[in-house]
């Protein structure tokens, strides 16, 4: 039996046990997206990146001396009111740092339910990462200082999308389509008033909205596209509505080029396969796995290994990869897992990211600006989607400080 004092020897056991404690210590993110419905396909593949982004980060020694990072995934069923109860859930639970991406109506309800959480519980801070929801008013009337978000919004998507649009002579009749709710009308306003200020020889032949992530057959809405004798069409459809949308035009035989958002997602590159458009379909991102990039190609081929399952999805969101490894970044300035500090350490962050790119967070409405590429899918790629034998070819790339615009967003950092 050990000489010490009883009181020394409890002492030393009470460190011992903290050590123990701080060894296992995590700090929590939640994940608040479709896990259910029509958006799961999105929803799940999101919560697959973020568990190796986050495998990766513990892996090379975690966080502040050793942490670790752990997701808790919560299913908002694309639901604005739903991922209310569960963001409560999270706070219940202790958890700090949300993030979200799908989609825009989910994302203002939760940016403003965090908002008013924390001025009702200064010292018990929430931080909100919005790695996809691109509603420009999230970072202009609606914006927060409780908000980051690692996504180009939809209008400077629009405008990069217009520009690459404007220089195509053969475009002469458009067919605009989009979901009912507030990224889809953003897409929509945006497309028409872009579109006639650059081109307006362009014809809208038509300008819809549909359900969100409700329809399970696009046949009829295809027909009226033909019918209109549109040669282009553009849409930010996501989720089960682009690759659906892009079936149904595979079955009717659908002969237009597409200009998207979001085709890039679940089922969507097999369906455009099957259209036979051989790079005819376009799409505005980050990033894409033919951006010549050796750390990047190296990860997203890992991730596809492990994560990629039967239908080979691959990695799609260099945006999340940006976010985490920024968080961590912050982290460590904060030297701890305090929201306040952390979001003062992000404000104005400046990063080199995984394809040697140069990002930076904008301090007065919290929106990272980045390069972005405009890519058409087709034959002759390095690497493939979904094993269609068909990839991502970069057309344009728009570098990230010719993608800043004007902000409207007031917001003060708390004292």
Avoid at 169 to 198: P, T
Avoid at 305 to 322: F, S
Wanted: aromatic fraction near 10%; proline fraction near 4%.
């Amino acid at each position: 039996m050990s000489s010490a004092p009883f009181a020394q020897r409890s002492a030393i056991a009470a460190a011992a046990l903290l050590c123990a404690f701080c060894a296992q210590a995590q700090v929590k993110i939640a994940y608040v997206d479709p896990l259910s419905g029509g958006g799961a396909s999105v929803g799940e593949h999101g919560l697959k990146h973020l568990q190796f982004l986050i495998e990766g980060i513990n892996a090379k020694g975690g966080v502040l001396g050793g942490q670790k990072l752990e997701a808790v995934a919560y299913d908002n069923k694309g639901s604005p009111q739903e991922s209310l109860v569960q963001v409560q859930k999270a706070i219940d639970a202790g958890v700090r740092f949300i993030t979200q991406g799908n989609g825009s109506g989910a994302a203002i309800a939760i940016s403003e339910f965090i908002a008013k959480n924390n001025e009702r519980n200064p010292g018990k801070e929430v931080l909100y990462f919005n790695y996809a929801a691109v509603d420009p008013a999230l970072t202009n009337e609606k914006c927060s200082y409780w908000h980051f978000r690692w996504d180009a919004n939809a209008d400077i998507k629009m405008a990069a999308l217009t520009n690459y649009m404007k220089d195509q002579k053969a475009i002469k009749k458009v067919y605009i389509i989009g979901q009912d709710y507030s990224f889809g009308h953003s897409v929509r306003k945006a497309a028409n008033e872009m579109l006639k200020a650059k081109r307006p020889d362009v014809q809208v032949v038509g300008d819809e909205v549909h359900p969100l992530l409700k329809v399970t057959d696009f046949a009829p809405y295809i027909a009226k596209i033909k019918a209109s004798g549109a040669d282009s069409v553009i849409t930010g459809n996501w989720g089960n509505d682009i690759a659906l949308l892009l079936k149904a035009a595979a079955d009717a035989g659908l002969a237009v080029n597409w200009y998207t958002y979001y085709a890039g997602g679940a089922g969507a590159p097999t369906a455009i396969k099957q259209t036979g458009l051989d790079h005819r379909v376009y799409q505005i991102s980050e990033w894409h796995t033919n951006v010549p990039a050796p750390e990047m190609e190296a990860f997203a081929d890992a991730f596809l290994k492990k994560y990629g399952g039967n239908g080979h999805q691959g990695w799609w969101y260099l945006r999340m990869k940006n976010q985490m490894d920024m968080f961590a970044n912050a982290l460590n300035i904060a030297k701890a897992a305090d929201p306040k500090k952390v979001a003062a350490a992000l404000a104005d962050m400046k990063f080199k990211n995984a394809i040697g790119a140069e990002v930076f967070m904008r301090p007065s409405d919290h929106s990272l600006f980045q390069d972005m590429y405009i890519s058409s899918f087709g034959s002759g790629t390095k690497y493939d989607e979904e094993g269609t034998g068909w990839g991502w070819k970069t057309t344009s790339v728009v570098k990230g400080p010719d993608t800043i615009t004007p902000t409207t967003c007031k917001m003060t950092a708390p004292s």
